[in-house]
Structure formats: structure tokens, C-alpha cells
């Protein structure tokens, strides 16, 4: 019975579902139509690090976004954070945060997205105290701006941030923490950067075939084989896959440099009908009139 509970627990949702959760380490990913018999998650009964992560996938239909939200619970703060949320799912997130009984502090993005309006402006003015962030490469406007290298803490666990530009130029990937006090196996939010058998466009926002293979290659393709993979969007109902997936079967990013740009150059993609409108905005924040506000670099 326990062992069921716990299955019942720990599993990803189907696609009609808007979130799946996680407290402990999933050991290996599944799709959404994957079964929970097939779908393998477990928990690492060696390290009292695996309990301290919240961790929840959420997903937006209309442009396929996912955001997630990740805290540190065995913290008396309980502080949290969300990554790439969507202006017209803020309404749930916070209420999820405040359901779980949590303290949001930032609300960052992977990049300047073209496909939607990012929630985190909105998610300040309902929530005063939480901080904006994006790259410093991305040339918007938010309260912390993050370049590669720097860790951003949540209570005692952190992300790591690496440089990945291609799909735009301040594309960023953020990393849970290696040290023996962070939850493992690693994950990684990719943002664009690296979809599930895929990746994002290039042809547009300062993007390069050229930049975005070196940054796949040299910032994700070197973590550790099992560091799972989040991206910002996926269209085929896949929620998670890892490093050493997407170096086996990625159609785009398996090929020679030679090769991946001719196919990106070949994609013959239609014009984004959100990017007018999106990345006006997200250059802001999120808010167009949001206020002349000055930056500080995250040093922590």
C-alpha cells in the first residue's frame, strides 16, 4: 500500500493536467503517455537532501509553456522560486505557492520569450518583496540581472547559472546545485535553448545556429549524464528527459555543427504571432509601463 501511495504520488500527470509534483528525485523520465507502471521514480533514502526540494511542473496550453516553481521546505523560510511563468497563469501559481504554504522571493525567466508575455511583472505587484530575474545579455529591464557563473540561492539550495544564447542572445539555462547538500540527480532548465528531441528556433531575436550548438554542447551536453531536462515549451507531450537522451537521440543536436545549421537554416518556420506584442513586453518585465526601476547583479 505504501509503495502505491507513494508511485501515486511522485508521478507526472497526464497532458490534461495543468502541474505534476515532486519531492523527492525522479530517477528517470517519462512522457505523458507513458503509464505509472512504466513511468520509474523513486526517492534517495541516503541523503536528506532529496526531502528538501518542492519541485512542480506547470504547464500552459496556449503556448505550451511550462513554469516551474521549486523550494527549499526543509527551510524555516520555506522560499521559492518560479521560472518562466506566463502572465495569464499567475493567478494560479501564486495560489499554489500560497496553498503550499511558501515564500516566493524571484520570479525569473530563461530568456525574452516571443511566445507569450512573462508573468513575472504582474507576480510583483500582487506579491510586493519578490525580485525579477533575467540575464544581463538579454538587455531588459528586471531587478536582478544574472550572468554566467552566479548561483542564486533559496534557502540552503541554489541554481547555477550558465550561458547559453542561440535562440536569443541572453538565453540562459539554470542548474540545481552540485555539492552533497543538493538534491540529486541534477536538473536543468533549458529555457529554448534545448527542447525534448528538439530545440529552439534561430532566425530571429540575435539568434545563431552557430552559438546555439557551442552553448548545447559546452553547457549542457557536459553535465552528468542523468541531470534531467526541463525545458520552457514542448509540443509532443513529453515533460522531462536527460542529458544523456538528448545526446543520443536529439535529431537536431546528434548531427555535426555543418549539419544542424543547414536544418535550422531550413526550418521554413511562420513569423511568431505573439512576438509583436511579447517581446515589447518582456522587455519590461512583463509590464510595459512598469516603472523606471535601477539593477543590482545577484552576488550571493
Known sequence: MLRISLLRFLSLPSRSSSSSSLFFNPVSPCSHSQSMATCAYTTSSDSASSAKLLFRQLFEKESSTYTYLLADVAHPDR??????????????????????????????????????????????????????????????????????????????????????????????????????????????????ALLIRGCGRTDFQ??????????????????????????????????????????????????????????MENLKLSYPKMIDIAVPANMVCGLQDLSERPVESVSN
Not at 545556429?209 to 541531470?227: C, D, E, G, M, R
Not at 509540443?235 to 555543427?257: A, I, W
Request: with cysteine; hydrophobic share 35%; proline share 6%.
Open 206 to 263: 540575435g539568434g545563431s545556429s552557430h552559438q546555439l550548438y557551442k552553448s548545447v554542447h559546452s553547457q549542457i551536453f557536459t553535465l552528468p549524464k542523468n541531470t534531467l531536462i526541463y525545458p520552457a515549451h514542448d509540443y509532443k507531450g513529453f515533460s522531462v528527459s536527460t542529458v544523456g537522451e538528448e545526446m543520443l537521440y536529439n535529431p537536431r543536436l546528434t548531427k555535426d555543427e555543418e549539419t544542424f545549421q543547414n536544418i
Open 79 to 192: 522560499p521559492a522560486l518560479l521560472i518562466d511563468p506566463v502572465d495569464k497563469m499567475v493567478d494560479r501559481d501564486i495560489s499554489l505557492v500560497k496553498e503550499l504554504g511558501l515564500k516566493l522571493i524571484y520570479a525569473m525567466n530563461t530568456h525574452v520569450h516571443a511566445d507569450h508575455v512573462t508573468g513575472t511583472g504582474l507576480i510583483k505587484t500582487k506579491l510586493p518583496g519578490v525580485k525579477s530575474i533575467i540575464s544581463k545579455a538579454s538587455n531588459s529591464k528586471a531587478d536582478r540581472l544574472i550572468e554566467a557563473g552566479e548561483k542564486i540561492h533559496f534557502g540552503d539550495l541554489f541554481l547555477e547559472v550558465r550561458a547559453t544564447p542561440g535562440h536569443t542572445l541572453g538565453c540562459v539555462t539554470y542548474v540545481t546545485g552540485d555539492g552533497p547538500n543538493q538534491p540529486q540527480p541534477r536538473m536543468a532548465f533549458t529555457g529554448d
